[in-house]
């Protein structure tokens, strides 16, 4: 080897060594970014023995990287649920609570039998009264716990739908770097990197897939199928409702003028947070409330009352009354009827009324009495009552619970049952979903993360080999001098 060939050999590996160096202690500078990929410097070797460094490149995760994309979205999703699940809860507290509906139920019927068997004690009358305001009220509170659930869910979706936009905009930004410089040979590993961090904050608020194109551009869609960045991002809108009640639906998300999500969705989201928050606003929390509105109908009925003349007028409503104060027993469900629930004033003597109007009827006017003959005695009204309540009638299956007849007791701890039934499933999914997403975070950084020990070793060999290639060129420098010193 000529004496310009090992001077050039050696420079070449001095530099590609200080090359590989500056990379290395860009790891070490990222190791606590939990973003940064481990960088690597990419070295080829001429046939003349020289080494230079073709490109930087970095370590993927390929399959890795999409499993946990999609952990992410399935753990953002069931969280979203559970979360406003958790609030459902709180209109049946735990299973001591004494202010559900269906607690309060039971204590209607304790009073109700009470009153039954002592007819003219104005004290077990009134008990009945005051349990069934206590009803109604528990009843109405529920659906304001669970429409407040549907107006924040709707207002999640609102926030998570800026934030998607936000992201898009981000990823347009980095994606043009990483595609101009991919195109002119530049390093755009750390905008990769970047850009990797922006689709994990974008899997969060839905369910996403990548394609990924020449000069490293890539192109986003939802797990639906829907078109969210192609060159440029798609327009994400949603229209968030002020107040939601139980008459009225939230507005659905659109990609690119498709919805995605509602009952007309043409491309419905699977994943993310957005999908669980219009899950619960569309779906859990409707039927939730259909199961309260079905038992309010039911109590509406349970204590109406019927024309005692054979005159055939219709049923009116007795001690429970819709809102409006009108006699009218629904027939069928009724949407919020639970939020407007009340007990009739006249047999309410907070209000002025009388609570014995309970057990002679009449609330209706005297076609509807009972007791005609006024006997303090006259039980068999409450009787009655009591029986209605406890008789087995169908439920509309909207209510979700299905179409076999049950008491209202039983229709109520079967809505407390499926809650609880419903929240405990979608916990167990959360924490399944979320143990998933550890473990390909894990494999994730154990594949593509920078680990410090590794790194610091890797710089001990180059400064080595950076130490040698010196003391060659410095062995080069001497030979020269040795030559030009002869020539001379």
């Known amino acids: 080897m000529s004496l310009s060939l090992a001077f050039n050999t050696?420079?070449?590996?001095?530099?590609t060594t200080a090359s590989q160096l500056s990379v290395s202690s860009r790891n070490v500078a990222g190791a606590n970014d939990p973003n940064a990929s481990r960088k690597i410097a990419l070295t080829v070797t001429s046939g003349d023995g020289s080494s230079r460094v073709v490109t930087i490149s970095r370590a993927t995760g390929g399959p890795l990287f999409d499993r946990m994309l999609g952990a992410t979205s399935n753990t953002a999703q069931q969280r979203a649920v559970l979360d406003g699940l958790d609030t459902l809860k709180q209109t049946i507290g735990d299973t001591n609570s004494t202010t559900s509906p269906a607690a309060r139920l039971g204590v209607l019927q304790s009073a109700l039998q009470s009153a039954a068997n002592a007819p003219d004690d104005p004290g077990f009358a009134q008990t009945v009264v005051t349990a069934a305001t206590?009803?109604?009220?528990?009843?109405?509170?529920?659906?304001?716990?669970?429409?407040?659930?549907r107006t924040d869910a709707d207002a999640g979706i609102g926030t998570s739908v800026t934030k998607v936009n936000d992201l898009l905009a981000q990823f347009e930004v980095e994606n043009a770097t990483v595609v101009s410089g991919s195109a002119?040979?530049?390093?755009?590993?750390?905008?990769m990197d970047r850009r990797d961090a922006i689709l994990s904050s974008l899997s969060q608020e839905m369910g996403i897939s990548t394609v990924s194109r020449g000069h490293n551009d890539v192109v986003i869609y939802t797990d639906s199928g829907a078109t969210l960045f192609d060159t440029v991002p798609r327009a994400v809108t949603f229209r968030p409702s002020t107040v939601l009640d139980a008459t009225t639906d939230?507005?659905?998300v659109f990609v690119d003028g498709v919805a995605v999500t509602g009952t007309d969705a043409a491309m419905p989201l699977l994943s993310g947070r957005i999908a669980g928050l219009a899950t619960l606003r569309d779906t859990l929390a409707p039927t939730y409330q259909n199961q309260l509105d079905e038992l309010a109908r039911g109590l509406v009925s349970a204590f109406s009352e019927q024309d005692q003349t054979g005159g055939g007028a219709p049923a009116a409503a007795g001690l429970f009354t819709v809102g409006d104060g009108t006699a009218t027993v629904p027939a069928s469900l009724t949407a919020g009827l639970a939020g407007t629930l009340a007990v009739h004033s006249g047999a309410d003597a907070a209000q002025g009324?009388?609570?014995?109007?309970?057990?002679?009827?009449?609330?209706?006017?005297?076609?509807?009495?009972y007791n005609t003959a006024s006997a303090s005695s006259f039980q068999q009204r409450l009787e009655d009552l009591g029986t209605g309540l406890a008789t087995a009638r169908t439920?509309?299956?909207?209510?979700?619970l299905g179409a076999t007849p049950k008491p209202l007791s039983g229709f109520a701890s079967a809505s407390v049952s499926w809650l609880e039934g419903l929240r405990q499933t979608t916990s167990t999914r959360a924490d399944s979903e979320q143990a998933v997403l550890s473990q390909a975070s894990t494999a994730m950084s154990n594949a593509t993360g920078i680990n410090l020990d590794q790194e610091y070793a890797n710089q001990l060999e180059l400064e080595r080999s950076y130490q040698a290639s010196s003391k060659l060129i410095g062995v080069v420098n001497q030979?020269?001098?040795t030559l030009f010193s002869a020539i001379r």
């Not at 050696?10 to 530099?15: F, I």
């Open 10 to 15: 050696a420079r070449s590996s001095l530099n």
């Open 184 to 191: 002119r040979g530049v390093d755009v590993t750390d905008a």
């Open 250 to 252: 939230g507005q659905a």
């Open 479 to 481: 030979l020269f001098d």
């Open 395 to 400: 439920y509309d299956s909207a209510s979700g």
């Open 134 to 149: 206590d009803l109604a009220r528990s009843l109405n509170s529920a659906t304001d716990t669970v429409q407040q659930a």
């Open 353 to 369: 009324g009388d609570p014995f109007v309970l057990r002679d009827g009449g609330l209706n006017g005297a076609a509807y009495g």
